[in-house]
């Protein structure tokens, strides 16, 4: 009887970790499929549209800028066991709240262009109407926060969906022929540097809800406390290579179709344009794929992160499971109403949470820095501390440079 106590808690052991494993990949793809939505596709097409190979040197500082916050944001919310919401509570009364208000924005603003971007994908995938495909693909998102294991069925979606949109984009890089020696001496020499493109590349990728969407959902998986921190290291690292070999990869697919001598700069959908440019009708079809994709993700990914500054630990799952379900809703009613979402606001969404990023990043470095007593007794890495402050400076930085040179320009 005693073998057979033994043989089964073993058993729900194996489970358990198993379980943990698939929670941490569903976080590190979440992170990554978070940062690479139908506004980053859009970003990175007209920026290098515009810029050519002197764009590199804005994927790079937001590729350095991601790992500098994104170490810093899993190590401080997996260690104290926190959402971050909750350690602005405990820094200053009331900060949580503002930092909610922001992100939710953010999150609901961006989220309106994710739903058309599902639209825009099967348009381009299978000839649908855009209304008509952004509101299905939303009924699709709805569906996952459904069904009675959600944050599984969460987990693995966006694994597969994340593989998916990385071989399809990698193929299409490798058939435009890019001039990737001119984009590596860009990455550091650059031609030209663009305020506004750094900007709003940051806040696309790392800026409002995406900077927790990973932490909060590794805090969900039940990992947390110091004695867990190598393992929230590793899964931090790991989702950040993920992103950045998806940002890379989108880039020089469409650098080589705009160094072949390809102009965007009149269509209506550039990034499509690039994709059929450079591998014809199936290109255009992998397009439709990649966008989908990347827009299903992010529509589940900012419905969840920004529900979660709504909710805490305690919440019961089918009150946030609505809560979600209500996010999608009411994005995808405005996206309706409005109409397909121009590239502009996609754009200003970028640059929105580009400039709100500071905000919440800052509380996050007080607590690994002053509050010990929020971490548990952790003794929090100085160099890990380092690195934070010097991606937080670039955050202010850049900043600066957008609100002060470059905020006219959006709308000219």
Excluded at 65 to 77: F, L
Excluded at 86 to 98: E, F, R
Excluded at 244 to 264: D, E, P
Aim: hydrophobic share 55%.
């Amino acid at each position: 009887m005693g073998e057979d106590t033994n043989q089964g808690g073993a058993t729900r052991a194996a489970t358990t970790r198993a379980g943990t494993r698939s929670a941490l990949l569903g976080a590190m793809f979440l992170m990554a499929t978070s940062a690479i939505g139908p506004g980053f596709i859009t970003q990175t097409t007209t920026f290098t549209a515009q810029l050519g190979a002197a764009f590199a040197f804005a994927i790079l500082v937001s590729i350095l800028v991601d790992i500098a916050i994104q170490m810093n944001v899993w190590r401080v919310v997996g260690v104290s066991g926190m959402r971050a919401q909750q350690l602005a509570n405990k820094v200053a009364p009331g900060a949580g709240w503002l930092l909610t208000a922001l992100v939710v924005v953010g999150g609901l603003v961006f989220n309106i262009g994710n739903v058309a971007g599902a639209g825009l994908g099967l348009n381009a995938m299978l000839g649908l109407d855009p209304m008509i495909g952004g509101a299905l693909s939303a009924l699709l998102a709805i569906a996952i926060f459904t069904i009675k294991r959600a944050g599984m069925a969460l987990d693995r979606i966006v694994v597969v969906l994340g593989v998916l949109m990385i071989a399809l984009t990698t193929y299409v890089a490798l058939v435009s022929g890019p001039p990737v020696g001119d984009a590596l001496r860009n990455a550091v020499l650059p031609d030209e540097i663009s305020w506004l493109a750094i900007t709003t590349l940051i806040g696309g990728t790392v800026g409002g809800y995406i900077t927790y969407a990973g932490a909060h959902r590794m805090l969900d998986s039940g990992l947390s406390g110091p004695e867990n921190a190598g393992a929230v290291a590793r899964s931090s690292v790991q989702g950040i290579l993920v992103t950045g070999v998806m940002r890379i990869v989108l880039f020089l697919a469409v650098l080589g179709v705009v160094a072949g001598g390809v102009s965007l700069a009149d269509s209506e959908n550039p990034a499509a344009t690039a994709f059929e440019a450079a591998a014809g009708e199936v290109g255009l079809r992998l397009f439709g794929v990649i966008l989908w994709a990347a827009a299903i993700t992010s529509v589940i990914g900012a419905a969840y992160t920004s529900v979660s500054f709504l909710t805490s630990k305690d919440t019961p799952a089918r009150t946030t499971n609505l809560l979600t379900i209500g996010f999608i809703a009411v994005s995808t009613v405005v996206f309706l109403v409005a109409g397909t979402t121009p590239v502009t606001l996609l754009i200003f969404a970028g640059a929105f949470n580009g400039l709100i990023l500071p905000i919440g990043f800052t509380i996050l470095l007080w607590v690994a820095w002053r509050r010990r007593d929020l971490l548990r007794g952790y003794r929090y890495p100085r160099w890990l501390l380092g690195i934070g402050v010097l991606g937080w400076l670039v955050t202010l930085f850049v900043g600066y440079q957008f609100v002060a040179e470059n905020i006219g320009k959006l709308f000219a």
